[in-house]
């Protein structure tokens, strides 16, 4: 049987806290850092499930067509929406392969609305709406492990062929059991009883930036630590650009990098090509025949 929700060790007081508001600020700090730090611990544990759920998700990806769905609700939902509202700026990942999705839709990033986590046919409804299919990947996060339209999200997706993932800070929890590939991040009680924003969601955003982050680089959108289809573009960005251009192509001065992203609208990938001598259209079509991997591009351009 699953938890109960009053058995769950995240909503658990522990006793050596309670006198946390006796505590002098200094004390206070360093209990709540060393919680902190607890949650990496809880990541390192869970880092084999992630290496299972990155290599499934890359696979399943990786075909072209699929989108990466990211659901939650209340705190949990925030940092999934979060993290997904970063893919497009920093690895170029397409707008039309993310779906972010939020107990409560929008409103319910900037405030907390009641009940709609307990909203099961809601959820399922919106996996229904979204056309959730077999190309897609859904990552479902929830630190009690227990949230019914969370649930519901993940079986409802599940049942449509979804490759599913589920994130819990709780052992023995219904999302976990609904997830092809569970991964639990045990982070225990709260030094702040049942305050899951606190160690419980440290542990899911850093699960998250590793989760994302190696996903998108299996997919190809790097060069070793570069992020070569790296989309926000201003001022700051645009200086980038060019360093990261001359990371790939370390013999360019800033004229010819900025001659050869102008040619490539900005893209870095298309524009090392470019600079290497191949003309924009048909470095697109390399890279489309390469998995858009900037690599192997780059050696087949140079053979």
Request: with cysteine.
């Amino acid at each position: 049987m699953p938890a109960t929700t009053e058995r769950r060790a995240t909503e658990t007081i522990d006793a050596t806290s309670s006198d946390l508001d006796l505590r002098d600020t200094e004390e206070i700090l360093a209990t709540l850092l060393a919680s902190q730090r607890g949650a990496a611990d809880a990541v390192e544990r869970a880092r084999a499930a992630l290496e299972r759920a990155v290599t499934a998700s890359a696979a399943r990806l990786g075909r072209g067509e699929g989108r990466l769905v990211l659901a939650g609700a209340g705190a949990s939902g925030r940092l999934a929406v979060q993290d997904g509202a970063e893919l497009w700026p920093t690895f170029g990942w397409p707008a039309a392969r993310t779906v972010l999705a939020m107990a409560g839709g929008e409103q319910a990033l900037v405030h907390s609305i009641e009940g709609v986590e307990d909203d099961a046919r809601g959820a399922s409804d919106a996996v229904a709406a979204a056309s959730i299919g077999a190309s897609d990947v859904v990552v479902a996060l929830a630190a009690s492990g227990g949230s019914p339209w969370t649930c519901a999200w993940l079986v409802a997706a599940r049942e449509a062929g979804a490759l599913t993932i589920g994130m819990a800070n709780n052992a023995g929890t219904p999302l976990l059991a609904a997830a092809e590939h569970p991964v639990l991040l045990e982070t225990g009680p709260e030094v702040l009883a049942g305050s899951t924003r606190m160690a419980a969601g440290t542990a899911q955003k850093i699960a998250l930036n590793l989760f994302s982050t190696t996903l998108m680089i299996r997919l190809n959108r790097t060069w070793g630590n570069l992020m070569v289809d790296m989309a926000a573009a201003n001022v700051k960005l645009d200086a980038r650009r060019i360093r990261l251009l001359q990371g790939v192509l370390p013999h360019l001065d800033d004229a010819a990098a900025r001659r050869a992203l102008d040619a490539s609208g900005g893209w870095i990938k298309l524009a090392a090509l470019v600079a290497s001598g191949e003309a924009p259209d048909a470095g697109r079509a390399r890279l489309e025949r390469c998995g858009g991997s900037l690599r192997k591009a780059l050696t087949a351009l140079e053979s």
